[in-house]
Structure formats: structure tokens, C-alpha cells
């Protein structure tokens, strides 16, 4: 490489996004850096990071699946939020060869919520899934100050994996098989509702995310994390029940421009957001 770099890594790879996205923004900033994909297995992590420790011009990396928990305790030193999610999504070296992790993906997945939030009452959060992206997502909406129900297949691992956000009762623990159908209750102006898919349910080469939607407020909000593709089953049958949805590509830009700028030292030119959507669903 004879360009300050950055990259992205996991396995597999091939299908991640982050390279058109930082590319573009790379590219209307006039910086003289490039951003790649780089296959990583689990194996082959920690000699990974060896080498790019040792090179100058690399500014760091994003970390996708398998790697989020693993890279961890191969680093020198993990920001304060990544501790508390228990995920690194982020890498950053410094300028002495440090690696420092944070994760970006909590502030990515809040940015689009944050303007929908008005003077309502009571928050309310039921989120889908017990990986890695749920991790973030239940951290960043505590902190939001939302009361949170965790909907899964096993509602034991959320437990063990999300107790210490959810609430004592039982009733926060909901098992996906056990959600009911029928039609939604009546809208509650004094409540801010969200759904949210943190599973790969939905993905290109998954079934999709077949929620009942019984038993939810009539203006909920639905947000599928999955951006391939970005309109999925589950936002398709939000829309036709009358709701307002918000797609992966909002968590995905936003997570990405948290690490452009600890790579780049610039902030992501976000004033041209709906073109860069346009060139990712091309």
C-alpha cells in the first residue's frame, strides 16, 4: 500500500457495504486514502493484527462478523462503550502502533431514532435477536432511556445475555414462537414504540422475519438492521400495516461515518446522504 488505508474484516466479506461507503466519502473530500476488504478467519485474527500493527499507513479497521467479541483481548486498550457492550466493531491505531476498540454500531443505530423522539411519555423498545448487533442496540436504547422487551428463540440466553438492561419481571423475556396474531392495539400518542431486527432473519440467504402483529401499538415504529437487501419482507409488511419503518442502511451510514473520521481525521460529508443511498442500492 503507498496510501494511509483503512479496511474491513471478517469472514465472510465479500458482501459488506463498507468499502463503497467510505470509498465515496473519501472521494468527495478529495483525501489521498483508500479502504479495502480484507478476509480474516478466525484463525488467522491475531496474526492479522500483528501485521498491521507494525504499518504506518494503516489507520485501522472495521470488524464484522465472527470477529466483534474475539478481537477483544488482542487489543491494547477498549473505549469505554465497546467495554460495556462487550463488542468492538471499530479498530484504530495510533500513532504508536496502539490499537484502540470502540463500536460505532450504538451511535450508528441511534442516529436515525433520535429525531423521531418528541415529549412522549414512555419509550418503549421490543428488539429481536441475542447476537452481537443486539448487544449494541439494547445499550444504546437504555441509555436512551428506553424501557426494553428482548423477543427471541431463546429467551434464556437474553436473559443471561441482556438481564442487567431488561427489567425483573418476567413479562420482558418474550419467545418469538409465542408472539400472537392479529390485528395492532390502538395508538398511544403518549408512548414512542420501535421494533427492531437485530437478527440475520430477513438477509439474502435467510427466511425472513415473519412477525405476528398482535399486541403492537398502532404507531410503532419497525427498524430491520439488514441491509441486504435494504427493503426487506419485515419493512414491506410494516408499510401495508400503515407504519413508519427505518432501513439498515440508516445504522449502516451512520455507524460508518462514526469510524470515517477516527480514521480519516474528517468528519463524513453527510449532506450527501441520499446519493450515496442511490449508489449502494444500485
Not at 419481571?169 to 392479529?182: R, V
Request: aromatic content about 8%; glycine content about 8%.
Amino acid at each position: 500500500m503507498s496510501k494511509p488505508y483503512a479496511e474491513v474484516i471478517g469472514d465472510p466479506i465479500a458482501q459488506s457495504k463498507s468499502p463503497v461507503i467510505h470509498g465515496f466519502w473519501l472521494e468527495l473530500l478529495g483525501i489521498e486514502a483508500e479502504y479495502h476488504r480484507c478476509h480474516v478467519t478466525a484463525e488467522g485474527l491475531a496474526d492479522y493484527l500483528a501485521q498491521r500493527r507494525s504499518d504506518a499507513l494503516w489507520r485501522g479497521c472495521n470488524v464484522t462478523m465472527p470477529h466483534k467479541q474475539a478481537i477483544m483481548p488482542l487489543l491494547n486498550r477498549i473505549d469505554d462503550e465497546a467495554a460495556r457492550i462487550g463488542a468492538v466493531n471499530t479498530v484504530v491505531r495510533e500513532a504508536n502502533g496502539t490499537l484502540t476498540g470502540y463500536n460505532t454500531d450504538a451511535p450508528g443505530f441511534l442516529e436515525p431514532v433520535q429525531p423521531l423522539l418528541g415529549d412522549e411519555d414512555y419509550r418503549f423498545a421490543y428488539v429481536i435477536g441475542t447476537g452481537g448487533a443486539a448487544r449494541a442496540i439494547i445499550d444504546a436504547l437504555f441509555h436512551a432511556e428506553f424501557m426494553i422487551w428482548s423477543i427471541s428463540r431463546n429467551p434464556a440466553k437474553a436473559k443471561t445475555e441482556f438481564g442487567h438492561y431488561l427489567g425483573d419481571d418476567p413479562e420482558y423475556l418474550i419467545d418469538l414462537a409465542e408472539l400472537s396474531a392479529g390485528p395492532l392495539r390502538t395508538a398511544d400518542p403518549e408512548v414512542f414504540s420501535l421494533i427492531v431486527n437485530a437478527t440475520p432473519l430477513g438477509m439474502t440467504g435467510h427466511p425472513p422475519l415473519e412477525l405476528p402483529w398482535g399486541g403492537f401499538l398502532a404507531n410503532v415504529t419497525v427498524y430491520d438492521i439488514v441491509t441486504s437487501p435494504v427493503d426487506t419482507t419485515l419493512l414491506r409488511q410494516a408499510r401495508a400495516q400503515g407504519l413508519a419503518t427505518i432501513d439498515g442502511l440508516a445504522m449502516l451510514i451512520g455507524q460508518a461515518a462514526v469510524a470515517f473520521e477516527k480514521f480519516f481525521g474528517a468528519p463524513a460529508p453527510r449532506g450527501q446522504d441520499a446519493e450515496l443511498r442511490r449508489v449502494l442500492t444500485q
